[in-house]
């Protein structure tokens, strides 16, 4: 294959990713990403060690890029956008995660390059009408914070446009893994209290405030980012998939598991403290969500193959423990 450019190929997903393709033999890889002014443990630079890359450009040069190499690139897989759900500055939003996405996707489909991008399970909000990627319903859901919404108009964007068929927009659900040290308050619960764990040998998690839910039962769909690697692997090598699809396990599982699943990896007993969930949580707070896999497996994924058990604890004794680290 000719050159793959990732944006966001130094991020969470990203790196991951780029560790994937070279699993393959794809080597020709051209990130665009900022890698910040932080060092130690906490620099982002750190996920790229050990990756074969061709170069790496700042993220403003996306475009031109793309533009300059429009013959020799087979493949953008856009995961460069802001994916806080606390981030508040729509203005910022728009350029980052909206045009951005646009541009990218007008261009591809100019040069006839395939394009991946990712969309956002946060585009359901609260799921009042389900977690189901049918183009027919996602025009009525309702995203709850402005992470959400830019997301959302993406894929209804290329919808209203006619442009599924030039792209495939993947909404990743709960996705939790290695090199999401650098994501602040966006980090997984696992690597949020592994630390937390190894200092007091308890977890804390929100008592719940809805009355269908026990504490710690609230439930969601994590996904281990290496099968949502292996998601986005499989529509390279099937590019006529395309359109905008759920990525998560088909399968919700509860916090409680989740704790379960890390005192299990740990070796230790499980302790857990539940605390009351800030006010200002409590009206947007998802209780549930679950992706409904239907149409990616239909189009030919065979689906997520890693439990929650077993992507837990490849994750903390494979990265998080001494001896691990970031590959």
Not at 109 to 131: K, L, V
Not at 250 to 257: F, I, V
Not at 258 to 269: D, Q, R, V
Request: glycine share 12%; with cysteine.
């Amino acid at each position: 294959m000719s050159i793959i450019l990732i944006t966001g190929g130094a991020g969470f997903i990203g790196s991951n990713l780029v560790r994937t393709l070279n699993e393959e033999g794809l080597n020709d890889i051209v990130i665009a990403d900022n890698l910040g002014n932080q060092g130690g443990t906490a620099g982002k630079w750190r996920t790229l060690l050990g990756k074969k890359f061709r170069d790496i450009i700042p993220k403003s040069a996306t475009i031109q890029f793309i533009e300059k190499h429009r013959r020799d690139i087979g493949a953008v897989i856009h995961l460069g956008a802001c994916s806080s759900t606390q981030e508040m500055d729509m203005d910022f939003l728009m350029e980052n995660n909206i045009r951005l996405s646009q541009k990218i996707i007008l261009l591809a489909a100019e040069f006839g390059i395939r394009c991946i991008y990712a969309s956002s399970a946060a585009t359901y909000g609260i799921g009042e009408i389900g977690f189901d990627d049918d183009p027919s319903v996602i025009g009525s859901i309702r995203p709850i914070n402005p992470y959400g919404f830019s997301k959302h108009f993406v894929d209804c964007w290329l919808l209203e446009n006619h442009l599924e068929q030039a792209a495939c927009g993947l909404k990743f659900f709960n996705v939790y893994g290695p090199n999401e040290y650098h994501k602040g308050k966006m980090r997984s619960l696992v690597l949020t209290a592994y630390p937390q764990i190894l200092d007091t040998g308890m977890i804390r998690l929100f008592k719940s405030t809805d009355p269908q839910y026990p504490d710690g039962g609230q439930r969601r769909d994590f996904i281990y980012v290496k099968d949502c690697c292996d998601a986005v692997l499989w529509l390279l090598k099937n590019p006529q998939v395309n359109g905008i699809y759920n990525v998560g396990t088909g399968a919700s599982r509860t916090w409680n598991d989740l704790a379960n699943a890390l005192f299990a990896a740990m070796g230790l007993p499980p302790q857990i403290e539940y605390i009351d969930m800030p006010s200002s949580l409590v009206p947007g707070y998802q209780n549930f969500t679950e992706a409904t896999m239907t149409r990616l497996h239909r189009a030919g994924w065979s689906g997520a193959k890693i439990t929650l058990e077993e992507g837990v604890r490849d994750y903390v004794q494979g990265y998080l423990a001494p001896g691990g680290g970031i590959r």
